[in-house]
């Protein structure tokens, strides 16, 4: 059984400070594992999937790699900004198992 | 091109009542997931849908039913709601064989 965990649960950073999200999961049989963000109240945007077979992947200032042997995921983001405050989810994918598995994810707050 | 989308946004029903709750997948995706967001919560997974046909289930009670439609929109039913139903509920859509899920932005349902 996969399970998900995000720590720490909330991080507060200056604006303009380059941070770095974890994400573990105890099931390194992983498909696949997507970085969500989420906006209070509101659904949940994909920023970046990663395939079993990848290490990493990219999207503006954003960037998620995935380490399956240590069960580990981590997101960078640089140069952030307000607009970034928001919850981010990480989710595990495992084949066979058409599901995602969620973390119950990191709040966080850029202050301006 | 349009995303998921989900009705209502919100809702508000009684203990004991019963809700349906719908949502239309991303033009061109075939199988529809269905979520529950309690507050403060990864989103814990409920069923899945494909070819008109409940595909898998998390672990949710009866209570929690679903249905596709040939066009592939969505119904979730909860029967007898209880006070811990209070929850975002959101629907996630992909193809079948593309395990990249798209969020809609959810449903609020709070049950007094």
């Known amino acids: 059984k996969q399970e998900v965990t995000q720590i720490p649960a909330a991080l507060s950073v200056p604006e303009g400070e380059n941070l770095v999200l974890n994400c573990s999961f105890t099931?390194?049989?992983?498909?696949?594992l997507q970085w969500f963000r989420q906006d209070p109240g509101k659904g949940l945007t994909s920023l970046l999937l990663?395939?079993?077979?990848?290490r990493e992947q990219t999207s503006g200032r954003l960037n998620a790699s995935l380490d399956k042997s240590s069960g580990r995921s981590t997101l960078y983001i640089a140069a952030s900004q307000p607009g970034d405050s928001a919850t981010y989810l990480c989710?595990?994918?495992?084949?066979?198992?058409?599901?995602?598995?969620f973390g119950t994810g990191t709040r966080l707050t850029i202050i301006p | 091109d349009a995303g998921v989308t989900q009705s209502p946004t919100h809702l508000i029903k009684t203990r004991g009542q019963q809700v349906t709750l719908r949502c239309s997948p991303k033009?061109?995706?075939?199988?529809v997931s269905w979520y529950q967001q309690a507050l403060g919560q990864g989103p814990q997974f409920i069923f899945q849908?494909?070819?008109?046909?409940?595909?898998q289930r998390g672990n949710f009670p009866d209570r929690f039913s679903g249905h596709q439609f040939p066009n592939y929109s969505s119904e979730l039913n909860v029967n007898a709601l209880l006070l811990g139903d209070s929850a975002l509920y959101l629907c996630?859509?992909?193809?079948?064989?593309?395990?990249?899920?798209?969020f809609g932005p959810g449903t609020r349902l709070t049950v007094t």
């Open positions: 989710a595990g994918f495992n084949f066979g198992n058409e599901k995602l598995t």
């Open positions: 099931d390194s049989a992983i498909y696949n």
């Open positions: 849908y494909y070819e008109e046909e409940e595909r």
């Open positions: 033009s061109g995706h075939d199988t």
């Open positions: 996630a859509s992909s193809l079948v064989r593309d395990y990249e899920q798209y």
């Open positions: 990663i395939q079993s077979s990848q």
